[in-house]
């Protein structure tokens, strides 16, 4: 390889810097003694080079003796600019635009160019800046994915590369890399399919490390495992970026895993894989064939779980409960909500409770209603959380409340057929007298009309009222809640004329159409 043009010889096992560029000699570093330490990593790199490699470019901060040194010199405007005025230039330039998904594609822009500075403004403004890369925006951004795309970041292992992952990742320029996120785009955010435009996710999640855990970008890597999409949408759209065909079968699709997680262990020694967005179907058993034998972890399983365990055990502190005592409903019972309970089983486990009784006070409502035993289309992962339950199979009458909104014509033509089965979710919910209540679920209308009097009197608390963290806490209560319409919650009040169980007036307070009220 050429070494002459700062590109350095790879093989020797240690961390090298990005793009592999090579370290000046001594005698460099005399001859130019104002050279700063953004010039010695540089090395011999000079000009547009520089200006090109977003973890190097300064843009016009760039000092009077970095710009000679690095041959820079009539490259730039010749004014120097400290990195305060431009970071008040990005900020005033990124209000002005009229949509959060210009403003992403504005961040996006400004991430390949100059990843300093982006960090800046994500680190000056979080409250602002982080549902702008990442939720609720980024859901919308990968939906949009094949339209907005300017430039590839991180690596795509296609299904057309099996038997060559190792050299995809041989092509990765950065070689001290300590932490992969990967995703598959089967199940990204409440979206469902999006297959290759899902690799907004693992991009924004690493950015969002890197701006609140100090991870240095250049040890990052996201990577999209394209393996298909089942999404029609996706395989007759000509901007799609991905393969345009149907998922590979689940044998195929495992060798392509294996192979991959493999050959990143090999090429990164240590590095820690992080799977995220992979279907139900997929990702409790990746987890399971994977925990013991690599560092790794899936974000949806564990990640939420450890929010909400840390969350539960601050709540209990102001409340001076125990943990064991509580009875926990989870409204959802996916990757997010299973995951919980088993951490939520392990702590009580370790406080003394045997797991199987621990296990009977995580209680799981699912798109079809309670997961009860003696329903016979259970998931695997539902088994150990279906209970026996007081009322069994028997319903119950319609409440007041019900009869009165159908007699006025309120319900959504075809929730009358499915009302029966909705009140009896209702009735059982009622009967539990849970303690806390978790929203974890991607579809709104999990009781349709008939939902339990005992939850909207819980959730009366108005999240604009001062001091709702005490009076949640003081219910014990710990509400999640996740994007339930294909736009993010914000975008709910299009639903909600016509149903109870969708807030009227935007959906969670960090919502850009959050109007203060439940």
């Given at each position: 390889?050429?070494?002459?043009?700062?590109?350095?010889r790879?093989?020797?096992?240690k961390?090298?810097r990005?793009?592999?560029?090579?370290?000046p000699d001594k005698?460099?570093?005399?001859?130019?003694?104002?050279?700063?330490?953004?010039?010695?990593?540089?090395g011999?790199?000079?000009?547009?080079?520089?200006?090109?490699?977003?973890?190097?470019?300064?843009g016009t901060?760039?000092s009077?003796?970095?710009?000679?040194?690095?041959?820079?010199?009539?490259?730039?405007?010749p004014?120097?600019?400290?990195?305060?005025?431009?970071?008040?230039?990005?900020i005033?330039?990124?209000?002005?635009?009229?949509t959060?998904?210009?403003?992403?594609?504005a961040?996006t822009?400004?991430?390949?160019?100059?990843?300093?500075?982006?960090?800046?403004?994500?680190?000056?403004h979080?409250?602002e800046?982080?549902?702008?890369i990442y939720?609720?925006?980024?859901?919308l951004?990968?939906?949009?994915?094949?339209?907005?795309?300017?430039?590839?970041?991180?690596?795509f292992?296609?299904?057309n590369?099996r038997g060559?992952?190792?050299?995809?990742l041989?092509?990765?320029?950065y070689?001290d890399?300590?932490i992969?996120v990967?995703?598959?785009?089967?199940?990204?955010l409440?979206?469902?399919?999006?297959?290759a435009?899902?690799?907004?996710?693992?991009?924004?999640k690493?950015a969002?490390?890197?701006?609140?855990?100090?991870i240095?970008?250049?040890?990052?890597?996201?990577?999209m495992?394209?393996?298909?999409t089942?999404?029609e949408?996706?395989?007759?759209?000509?901007?799609?970026i991905?393969l345009?065909h149907?998922r590979?079968?689940?044998?195929?699709?495992?060798?392509?895993?294996?192979?991959f997680?493999?050959?990143s262990?090999?090429?990164?020694p240590?590095v820690?894989?992080q799977?995220?967005?992979f279907?139900?179907?997929?990702?409790?058993?990746?987890?399971d064939?994977?925990?013991?034998?690599?560092?790794?972890?899936?974000d949806?399983?564990?990640?939420?779980?450890?929010?909400?365990?840390?969350?539960?055990?601050?709540?209990?502190r102001?409340?001076?409960?125990?943990?064991t005592?509580?009875k926990v409903?989870?409204?959802g019972?996916?990757?997010?909500?299973?995951g919980?309970?088993?951490?939520?089983?392990?702590?009580?486990?370790?406080?003394?409770?045997?797991?199987?009784?621990?296990?009977?006070h995580c209680?799981?409502?699912d798109?079809?209603?309670?997961?009860?035993?003696?329903r016979?289309e259970?998931a695997?992962?539902?088994?150990?959380?279906?209970?026996?339950h007081?009322?069994?199979?028997?319903?119950?009458?319609?409440?007041?409340?019900?009869?009165?909104?159908?007699?006025?014509?309120?319900?959504?033509r075809?929730?009358?057929?499915?009302?029966?089965?909705?009140?009896?979710?209702?009735?059982?919910?009622?009967a539990?007298?849970?303690?806390?209540?978790?929203?974890?679920?991607?579809?709104?209308?999990l009781?349709?009309?008939?939902?339990?009097r005992?939850?909207r009197?819980?959730?009366?608390?108005?999240?604009?009222?001062?001091?709702?963290?005490?009076?949640?806490?003081?219910?014990g209560?710990q509400?999640l809640h996740?994007?339930?319409?294909?736009h993010?919650c914000?975008?709910?009040?299009?639903?909600?004329?016509?149903?109870?169980?969708?807030?009227r007036?935007?959906?969670c307070?960090?919502c850009?159409?959050?109007?203060?009220?439940p």
């Amino acid at each position: 390889m050429r070494t002459q043009t700062g590109v350095s010889r790879r093989g020797s096992g240690k961390p090298s810097r990005p793009h592999g560029i090579e370290q000046p000699d001594k005698s460099t570093k005399e001859a130019t003694p104002a050279m700063t330490k953004q010039e010695g990593q540089a090395g011999i790199l000079r000009g547009y080079a520089v200006l090109r490699d977003p973890l190097l470019n300064k843009g016009t901060a760039f000092s009077e003796a970095e710009r000679d040194a690095l041959g820079l010199r009539g490259l730039l405007p010749p004014n120097v600019a400290t990195q305060d005025e431009q970071a008040t230039r990005v900020i005033k330039n990124l209000r002005r635009l009229p949509t959060s998904l210009e403003k992403h594609i504005a961040l996006t822009a400004l991430h390949d160019r100059n990843e300093t500075l982006f960090f800046r403004i994500v680190t000056d403004h979080p409250d602002e800046i982080t549902p702008l890369i990442y939720t609720p925006t980024v859901g919308l951004a990968c939906q949009e994915y094949g339209r907005i795309f300017q430039k590839p970041r991180g690596l795509f292992i296609g299904a057309n590369d099996r038997g060559r992952v190792a050299k995809l990742l041989a092509n990765w320029p950065y070689r001290d890399v300590a932490i992969i996120v990967v995703t598959d785009g089967e199940r990204i955010l409440g979206l469902g399919d999006l297959g290759a435009n899902g690799m907004g996710i693992p991009v924004g999640k690493l950015a969002l490390y890197t701006a609140c855990a100090g991870i240095p970008p250049e040890r990052c890597l996201p990577v999209m495992l394209d393996v298909g999409t089942n999404n029609e949408a996706f395989l007759n759209d000509p901007l799609y970026i991905g393969l345009k065909h149907k998922r590979l079968p689940r044998e195929a699709y495992d060798e392509l895993v294996e192979e991959f997680v493999t050959a990143s262990c090999r090429a990164f020694p240590g590095v820690l894989i992080q799977f995220e967005d992979f279907a139900n179907h997929n990702a409790f058993r990746l987890l399971d064939k994977y925990r013991d034998r690599i560092c790794t972890f899936n974000d949806d399983i564990q990640g939420t779980a450890a929010v909400v365990l840390s969350g539960l055990f601050s709540s209990l502190r102001m409340t001076g409960g125990k943990l064991t005592d509580q009875k926990v409903l989870f409204l959802g019972a996916g990757e997010a909500a299973t995951g919980i309970a088993d951490l939520i089983v392990s702590a009580m486990s370790l406080q003394g409770l045997p797991r199987d009784e621990a296990r009977r006070h995580c209680w799981l409502v699912d798109s079809r209603g309670l997961v009860v035993r003696g329903r016979t289309e259970l998931a695997s992962h539902k088994l150990a959380y279906a209970h026996e339950h007081a009322l069994g199979g028997k319903g119950a009458a319609p409440d007041r409340d019900h009869r009165r909104g159908r007699r006025r014509g309120k319900l959504h033509r075809g929730h009358t057929a499915r009302h029966g089965r909705d009140q009896r979710t209702a009735d059982r919910v009622c009967a539990l007298q849970s303690d806390i209540e978790s929203r974890v679920h991607s579809r709104g209308g999990l009781f349709g009309n008939a939902r339990p009097r005992a939850l909207r009197v819980r959730e009366s608390v108005r999240p604009g009222h001062a001091g709702r963290q005490d009076l949640r806490a003081a219910a014990g209560q710990q509400l999640l809640h996740f994007p339930r319409s294909r736009h993010g919650c914000h975008r709910l009040r299009r639903e909600a004329r016509h149903r109870r169980d969708v807030p009227r007036r935007g959906g969670c307070a960090r919502c850009p159409g959050y109007a203060g009220r439940p």
